[in-house]
């Protein structure tokens, strides 16, 4: 408790320093914090990705011959049920169209609107919490039929003016199609779910060619407490006896580690060619977060000892009365861990403000490939997204963070001075 | 039985020009309960060797036993529960911790004291403050304070954790007289009333002769 009236005594009597202090701190956390919520709008589990730290993805990989090399995004099935079919740990998986792109929709004999769409098998509903307004999910006898779609809201509003349309018919690329369920819209942000229009996936139907490469990606959900390593050490024993088929005609494959997680998917920076360097890239993020952190840091920590030189006499008063030098410092720690969680909380709300208004501005590139991008370069985070209680436990542990870079120096110090010479420092 | 016994203390304040020699050789027994006021003019060290008995300085040479323990083996966490336990300060502009009130000022030595829960603190302060007449202002703050209130309180901070050792710079020197002289019966009071044992600075000679013995200074050594 009196942490609290000594702050708030401070910062009645030495506003200037205090306010500066609270405004440093809030700057710091809101640069920080806007850094780190950008990058973890890649991993934030809000529905319908609910479960991205479950889930895997697979998609291309690079094959390595003697004069020539070939890679794709799409795998053929076959060989994507070859490498990933049957893992011990996951619950479920679903093969999706690896090419995400835009499809020609229209009631019959209306307008044609160009609109992204995903083709997707059944179990994909099984492993998103899609929120349906209207019908349900197709399964999987309808999915292999290819005679049902699903709607977002917005779709389902601009072809026939409202929601509630499931059982009616619609055309895409020109083939008739019956609407079974109507799903909320997905923010653009979250590109494994957002899309306008759902049409089923069949990838046995499909006649590919190339006994490697195709059309398919997998997505993998693992169990509850699976850990993704698991999971990729049993993926790496399988392209083990896949690179020995190769090897007899001196091909190499290279799969980068897959499958990713949504960690490695969000980083980007990836394609066939070459896989996501997480390391590099955390290491990265630890450079800019100690630099925005370290810089504000020495400033207040010269507030914080300019704070301090008032108090001098009343910590030798402390000492003299008993307070050891652990004491003092735990007392001004906990006196600055205030103002910091004050400032920590403005910049705080800032961030949050500020990813809300301006993310397309400053941190969106969008997604270069599918027909969404325009979209999803405009994209920005639903407060779901920001508000999340990881986001407040790390700028929580930053503020703790930034207390101790700037105020502990400054308390190690001021304990330090015998306590004859700070009272007689008031005199 | 001493309570207090310096043997050839000095105190030398060094710098890279200057030694300045503030206390020179002091021996000094002070019995347990005694009231003893130290004399001297400004500079002569009477603070440095207060400061000295408080353990808030240590000497250059020379050994400080307080109730029967050697200071000079002490770390500086056991110095800090030493003080605690056994030595109450009261200073010249009193300092007391402006932001916050009477009650927490008072309190201040208990919450430095394991062991004190925070019914037994409340009830000890208002104890304390009734008895210094300042049950009324428990929720005020100094800066809310005439100087006389000021320095009860003081007292009353100093008393608290019932040290047997009170050590008073100059007590009354901020104090118009007629507060002085209130302050003064308040430091009898402790003395013949509880039996502490208190050391007092002053420069006032009609209050010095007021108490059971007059220790006198002159350039760091003891001259009485």
């Known amino acids: 408790m009196n942490y609290f009236k000594q702050i708030y005594y401070e910062m009645k009597h030495q506003r200037m320093m ?37 889930i895997l993805q697979a998609t291309g990989l690079h094959i390595i011959e003697e004069k020539n090399e070939g890679s794709t995004w799409g795998l053929n099935y076959k060989l994507l049920d070859r490498l990933y079919g049957n893992l011990d740990g996951i619950e479920m998986v679903c093969y999706q169209y690896a090419f995400d792109e835009p499809s020609d929709v229209n009631v019959k004999n209306g307008e044609i609107l160009s609109m ?44 026939f003016g409202e929601e509630k349309v499931a059982g009616r018919e619609i055309e895409v690329n020109a083939y008739s199609y019956r609407v079974i369920g109507v799903v909320e819209d997905v923010n653009p942000l979250l590109r494994s779910t957002n899309s306008k229009l759902y049409i089923p996936y069949n990838p046995a139907g499909k006649n590919e060619r190339d006994e490697y490469f195709g059309s398919s990606m997998m997505t993998l959900l693992m169990k509850p407490g699976v850990s993704a390593e698991s999971v990729k050490a049993q993926v790496e024993k399988r392209y083990e006896m896949l690179q020995s088929d190769l090897s007899k005609d001196n091909k190499r494959v290279v799969y980068h580690g897959q499958p990713y997680t949504t960690e490695e998917v969000g980083e980007g920076g990836y394609g066939s060619n070459n896989g996501p360097d997480i390391e590099q890239s955390r290491l990265l993020d630890y450079i800019v977060y100690g630099i925005i952190i370290l810089l504000p840091a020495i400033n207040l920590s010269s507030m914080t000892r300019s704070r301090l030189r008032h108090r001098v006499s009343e910590i030798g008063v402390r000492r003299a009365f008993g307070a050891k030098r652990s004491a003092i410092i735990r007392q001004i720690l906990g006196e600055n861990l205030i103002i910091t969680m004050v400032g920590g909380l403005i910049g705080m709300v800032v961030s949050i403000i500020f990813m809300y208004l301006m993310f397309d501005v400053f941190f969106n590139s969008g997604s270069i490939f599918g027909a969404s991008s325009l979209e999803e ?13 990881q986001n407040f436990t790390v700028a929580f542990i930053i503020c703790f963070i930034l207390n101790l870079l700037s105020a502990f120096v400054p308390a190690w110090k001021a304990s330090k001075v015998e306590p004859a010479v700070a009272i007689s420092r008031a005199h | 039985m001493a309570i207090i016994t310096l043997k050839g203390v000095d ?4 710098t890279k020009e200057i030694e300045t020699l503030a206390l020179e050789n002091v021996n000094l027994d002070i019995e347990k309960g005694e009231f003893v006021s130290i004399m001297g003019p400004s500079g002569c060290g009477k603070s440095t060797l207060l400061n000295i008995i408080g353990l808030l300085d240590v000497p250059t040479n020379g050994t400080v036993t307080i109730m029967g323990d050697k200071t000079g083996n002490m770390n500086d966490s056991r110095l ?14 009193f300092h007391l911790i402006p932001s916050l009130n009477v009650a927490d000022n008072v309190a201040l030595p208990l919450a430095y004291r394991h062991g004190v829960s925070g019914k037994e603190r409340d009830e000890k302060v208002a104890e304390v403050l009734t008895r210094l007449g300042l049950s009324h202002r428990m929720r005020h703050f100094p800066g809310q304070l005439s100087g006389g209130q000021c320095q009860r309180v003081a007292i009353a901070r100093a008393i608290i954790g019932d040290p047997q050792i009170v050590l008073a710079d100059e007590p009354t020197g901020n104090l118009d007289s007629t507060m002085g002289q209130e302050v003064m019966e308040i430091l009898h009071a402790l003395n013949k009333e509880d039996g502490r044992t208190i050391v007092m600075v002053t420069h006032n000679e ?5 108490t059971d013995r007059i220790i006198r200074f002159f350039d760091g050594r003891q001259v009485e």
Do not use: H
């Open chain 2, 11 to 14: 105190k030398i304040y060094r």
């Open chain 1, 116 to 159: 992204p769409s995903k083709k997707v098998d059944a179990n994909y509903w099984n492993i998103y919490d899609f929120s349906f307004i209207d019908g349900r999910p197709f399964d999987e006898a309808e999915a292999a039929s290819s005679k049902v779609v699903v709607l977002s809201r917005s779709l389902a509003r601009a072809l």
């Open chain 1, 18 to 54: 205090t306010w500066v202090s609270i405004g440093g701190t809030a700057l710091a956390i809101f640069l920080v914090m806007a850094f780190i919520m950008a990058d973890r709008i890649n991993t934030v589990e809000v529905a319908p990705e609910s479960n991205r730290a479950r």
């Open chain 2, 206 to 210: 009609s209050q010095a002769r007021m």
């Open chain 2, 80 to 93: 800090s529960e030493f003080r605690n336990r056994n030595i109450g300060f009261v200073f010249q502009s």
């Open chain 1, 377 to 389: 370069a405009q994209a920005r985070p639903d407060m779901g997204m920001l508000m999340t209680w």
